[in-house]
């Protein structure tokens, strides 16, 4: 049976391809899912890919990804910054995971350069917009196989 990644996604990155196009590109959502689809078949994976403006739905998510899932690829958006339920779920639940983002968030606000998810991450991509998500499924593929 082919392992399952989870690839969840945080608030506001369903308005993507119209959200701030020039920090986030015109890439949506739905063209994201379609290439890790592509891109986790190639790898032998399963993909599970959903989104939610709401925290405590993403902790209830990470909590199934870590019953029934192999790894995670997370791009928590803003609660990245602030969320120490995140940062607890993803500890509880022991679950190899890769946080994401589309923009480099070192090159913009203070704020965004403090991460509540990376200390539990095994490592963190950022900047290479959507690409971002092909190098982290290649990563996991990399680190415990398919
Ligand atoms: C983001 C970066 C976050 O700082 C921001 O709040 C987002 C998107 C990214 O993918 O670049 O919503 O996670």
Redesign the pocket.
């Known amino acids: 049976m082919p392992a399952t990644l989870f690839i969840l996604n945080?608030?506001?990155?369903n308005r993507l391809g119209t959200r701030e196009p020039d920090t986030?590109g015109r890439t949506t959502l739905a063209d994201i899912e379609a290439q890790c689809r592509a891109t986790g078949a190639r790898h032998g994976f399963d993909i599970v890919f959903r989104q939610s403006n709401s925290e405590g739905t993403l902790v209830d998510w990470i909590q199934e990804a870590g019953d029934v899932a192999r790894g995670l690829i997370l791009?928590?958006?803003?609660y990245?910054?602030t969320s120490v339920a995140l940062h607890d779920a993803i500890r509880t639940a022991g679950i190899a995971t890769v946080e994401?983002?589309?923009?480099n968030?070192f090159a913009?606000e203070a704020f965004?350069h403090h991460s509540y998810v990376s200390p539990v991450a095994l490592g963190v991509i950022?900047g290479f917009g959507a690409k971002g998500y092909d190098l982290a499924i290649e990563a996991l593929a990399h680190k415990i196989g398919a």
């Open positions: 945080g608030p506001n990155l986030y791009n928590p958006a803003a990245t910054h994401v983002h589309l923009s968030v913009r965004r950022c």
